[in-house]
């Protein structure tokens, strides 16, 4: 064994346990800090991938602002964000089933595919993707209508959330 | 003299070939990387305690006074002593707090300062790794520092702790954005995100090409830092201590020594980026001489942040938060507009940088008459409320 | 995987030790003795009245919305900035039609009273 394959089975332990730990732990706050070790443990992955653009990505808009963001949401939607929060309701046993029966038809479909030992290939040295993933962001025959589309999306989901969240008029 | 002309060279071929003699080749590059993380972190820390004196010298003389002379010659051992001090303080866990956070917090916070210094390029050739996404590493690792203000106030189980702690990650969220969007100008005019190469590239400082952007990104990250006059989190006044007012002895320290790190770290930054990094003359032959210009400007930075601390009043939470967003960040959209289209216009040509100047200083006047109308608007308002009624004697 | 991740690596497990050392010392050199007086809740020498919660003012939410749509606008345009010497003047023209629909948007934002701390 590597030590890459090492590596990456440490971080995908910590990974699976902290996204575990967050989805059963019934203070919501503690929830949201496991939440963020997912997130660092997904950018390590994606470190391990060769990409490390993504990873920086990944750090700077998911833990620095969605993880924030929620530990504001949680923190606003509670009464009292220590009080502990009911983790499990009635629909627990459907839940297992339904877990269960959607792992084993991952498990069955990861088993039928030929290349699941390959190793991925590895870029030439001299290649930037950051530089290609600029380029291929803005050229007509490459993403430039889903990079517009996506500035569309952004403004409309800014304007959406305003128009959600902003404070009524009347009380100010 | 080639020793002296790069040491860090000499040093590290002579211990990596001791190694190879007695470990295998993946051992010997592990324990190199190991050496040089201990190297650059260790600079990282020792270089606080010199910081922190300096910090109170000057911040005295600002103040006409003398600041600490006591504690060995000149008050260099002053800090040492501040340690020692916090050191035997009783760490006071609040009861109901919780734990784990309040502990990780101060360690958080130091750990996301220590990381920046990994990219840093002290000299050609001495860097802790070149990664080619740095500039945006030292965004997401500022990130963590936001999560650690987060942490701390939250777990204090204080109520001024959480309000100034939300106080606190509003304000340094805030800033984030006209900081990575001046941040993008070098980025553009260097043509990539490496760090070497952000140094390698200025042959024209970019102060000078972009300046507006660089007081810009000066002024966001005083504002990251949480500095005068943008310490309303540590306002003893108005909420007591902000987010660390739980924390006793060494984890204080911590938070103390993180902040000071801070802004010495924004002080290189701007150097690094704005100022030509280790760029001077002769530092390509001698890497030695690189360090030492790049430290001088990093203390010139540093010596801004601190001059413009003694200097300013404290502003309030409200006009500095619309001081980011209505002008900073607008300001800073439009000059990323334009150092972009100029620099396509007038590719390669050396009508560039005559161009790059004339652009900035217009949009500085049009936004000078552009916020002289507004706040004029704004106190027109003001002024004219209605009437209220005449207090009669009883 | 690189050796310069590794180093990153290796500096988020060495960065993380050095604060904790003098943690620790203080643990063994610093008195330790609690009682209940020494640790309740700060604030300002009286004692606290009901729970520990805040208002918590939705404004600090909108603020948190905003910074989000930005910081993903900047994630979207590193690249652009990086690729800059490949791209033709049209492709600059896109990017900052980019930048300008979202200037749009904080402009919105702006009108409708979302940045104000009311």
Redesign the interface.
Known sequence: MTAEQGVFLFIGFVTLFSAYTMVTRSNLVHAALFLIVALFGVAVIFVLLDAGFLAVVQVLVYIGAIAILMIFAVMLTQDNASRDQESMNINYGWAVLLSALFAFALIVMLGQWQDIGAMAPTLDAGRDTVVELGSALVSPDGYVIPFEVASVLLLAALIGALVVARPQKKGK | MSFFQDPVGAISALISNFLYTLLPQ?WT??IM??L???A??SFG?IIVIFLIWVERKIAARFQDRLGPNRAGPYGLLQTFAD?VK???????????A?RL?FNIA??LS??AV??IW?VVPFAPGWI??????G???I??????G??SV??AG?S?????A??GA?RA??QL??Y??PM??TL?VP??LA???GMVDMVKDQTVWFIVLAPVSGIIFLVSSIAEIGRTPFDLLEAESEI?AGYH??YT???F??FFAAEFLHAFTVGVLFAIFFLGGWRGPGAEATPLLGVIYLMLKGFFGYFIVMWVRSTLPRIR??HM??LN??FL??LS?AL??LT??V???FEGNAWRVPALLIGNALILIVSYYFTRAISRRVTKERVTFKKRPVAKPA | MQNTWLFIGVFIAIAGVFPLLPIVVARFIAPHKPNPIKLETYECGMETVGETWVQFKVQYYIYALVFLVFDIETAFLFPWAVAFDALPLFAVIEGVIFILILVGGLMYAWRKGALEWS
């Open positions: 993946a590059a592990l990387t190991l040089g993380v201990v650059v972190s820390l340690m916090l050191v035997t303080k009783e760490d006071v866990i609040p009861a109901k919780d956070a101060p360690i130091v750990v220590l990381l990994a802790g790794t070149d990664l080619n996404v500039v945006l590493y965004a997401a690792v500022g990130s963590f936001i999560l987060l942490m939250w204090s189980n204080n109520k001024y959480l309000l939300f990650v509003a969220i805030s984030e954005v990575l969007i993008m980025v553009l043509r990539g995100m007591v007012t739980e002895g060494m984890k320290g911590m939470i409200d938060l619309a967003w209505k960040t607008p959209l990323l507009i972009a289209i620099e396509k216009v």
